[in-house]
């Protein structure tokens, strides 16, 4: 399991380590959006392989970006990592804000998946030199704004914010409330204050902010940072007593601080109507895609219900209620499963009852992410073959026990290549792995006589079938 921690403004270094140099374009891949919208997306994060990976909570689901990789980073590691790590924790897999230049790898990764690309998150990309100019028929009515600007407010000068503005910047928030359009929109106010917040950081190596001004008076401001070629622009804001500041203000900004990037990315509209009809006018070169990966498992694509298999002198089906009695007795049976590697008892997180385990292997099922096959003699159960872990790239592990009174003979071999030859060859997977601990001769028998050793480590012996 990995081990992430909050994003806090002390790991700003950390992360801009990885996302100064990064080219994905969209907003999500920079320190400020992960800072400004933390109470909202719980943003924690690790280092893998080389490679930062991001772990958001919205709306209680978790929510992984796509893995942003250092100089020696490798991505396949950091991406099976975290279909590690959602399995131990028992969450979906679920990769969003993908870029679009990630896309086609995760379609090859994942067989089955859902993909979603929903309008309303879709940043707003510029090139850069564009909004530098506003040269062309295009941008007419960004010039006349600006033309009108300038002929009103003559001495209007931009420059660099800094830390030292404190004060000048308080007093502008304190002059844009005065006219916020949107004092009773509580989304809109919310935004407002994290803006604050966000323009209280320019002591920060990594934003960079300027501001337009009147005399004195600072009548527009905006915070960036750069990304690799793309300036993405986080806050933007200014008084709208002053009419054609906006255009002024964009112009004025790329100019400063747009050299050696190729894209500015205004964000999204986040539906907006108004943020919208405005950004659109600004000529946008793109409108960027966030895809949002939901991976799935071949049990959810195949697999309606368990089937019976029927081997030479084995029955495997469901468990049923008349099951659980033998099915407790093969559970709790603490001498046999100690080479089990898993803590069925523990797993429950409560009191064993009657149903518990039997609710378990139904609620798992229910969920498509494992089948508990019954093996069966003569209609009496004798043993269990449970294949988990979907990793939803094809592979799935197989497990398999058999009680004390019928080892020995064979069933467990006899189960196990009969579930192994279901999930290859009707579950449509692409490999099925089994490990026995290095102690278990008998396991390590069984499984050398129906896959093929693949490797070891301190504890495990590894196996695979393959189609």
């Not at 990769?95 to 090859?108: D, F, Q, R």
């Not at 931009?158 to 502008?172: N, P």
């Not at 902010?209 to 993405?232: H, V, W």
Request: aromatic residues 12%.
């Amino acid at each position: 399991m990995l081990h992430f921690k909050s994003v806090t403004k002390q790991d700003g270094t950390k992360l801009r380590k990885y996302y100064q140099n990064c080219n994905y374009g969209l907003c999500e891949y920079s320190v400020g959006t992960k800072l400004m919208w933390r109470t909202s997306l719980h943003p924690t994060w690790t280092e893998v392989a080389g490679c930062l990976v991001v772990r958001n909570t919205h709306n209680g689901q978790v929510l992984y970006d796509y893995p942003v990789p250092g100089p020696e980073g490798d991505e396949d590691a950091a991406l099976e990592a975290i279909e590690n790590d959602c399995l131990e924790r028992n969450v979906p897999l679920v990769i969003s804000v993908v870029p679009e230049c990630k896309a086609p790898h995760l379609l090859s990764r994942y067989p089955y998946c859902r993909v979603s690309n929903i309008r309303t998150w879709r940043d707003y990309v510029y090139y850069c030199q564009d909004l530098q100019l506003f040269a062309g028929r295009r941008y007419s009515g960004q010039r006349n704004h600006i033309n009108k600007f300038r002929s009103k407010w003559p001495d209007a000068q931009f420059r660099q914010l800094t830390a030292a503005d404190r004060e000048v910047i308080q007093r502008f928030w304190a002059d844009y409330e005065a006219e916020f359009p949107k004092g009773d929109n509580a989304k809109a106010r919310d935004e407002l204050n994290l803006a604050k917040k966000m323009l209280n950081m320019l002591d920060k190596p990594w934003f960079v902010a300027g501001g337009m001004f009147d005399g004195d008076r600072l009548i527009a401001l905006s915070l960036a940072e750069k990304c690799g070629e793309t300036l993405i622009i986080h806050i933007e804001k200014a008084l709208y007593s002053y009419a054609g500041v906006y255009p002024t203000l964009v112009q004025a900004f790329a100019g400063a601080f747009g050299q050696g990037c190729q894209w500015i990315n205004r964000e999204d509209d986040a539906a907006d109507r108004g943020l919208r009809t405005s950004k659109l006018q600004y000529g946008p070169a793109k409108l960027a895609p966030k895809y949002r990966f939901d991976p799935q498992n071949e049990l959810l694509t195949y697999v309606d219900t368990i089937p019976e298999l029927k081997t030479e002198r084995l029955t495997l089906s469901a468990l049923t209620e008349a099951d659980i009695p033998a099915y407790n007795a093969l559970v709790l049976d603490q001498d046999r499963n100690r080479w089990w590697g898993y803590d069925d008892v523990g797993g429950l997180g409560g009191p064993v009852e009657e149903r518990s385990f039997f609710n378990v292997a139904d609620r798992d099922f229910q969920a498509r992410q494992a089948v508990n096959f019954a093996v069966r003699v003569d209609g009496k159960l004798i043993g269990e073959a449970v294949l988990y872990r979907f990793n939803c790239r094809g592979d799935a592990e197989l497990g398999c026990r058999i009680d004390a009174a019928h080892a020995g003979q064979g069933y467990g071999t006899e189960a196990f290549a009969a579930v192994a030859d279901w999930a290859l060859y009707k579950v449509h997977l692409n490999r099925v792995v089994a490990k026995c601990f290095k102690e278990n001769q008998a396991s390590y028998k069984m499984l050398s006589s129906c896959m093929r050793k693949t490797g070891s480590d301190d504890t495990f012996f590894y196996f695979e079938k393959l189609v």
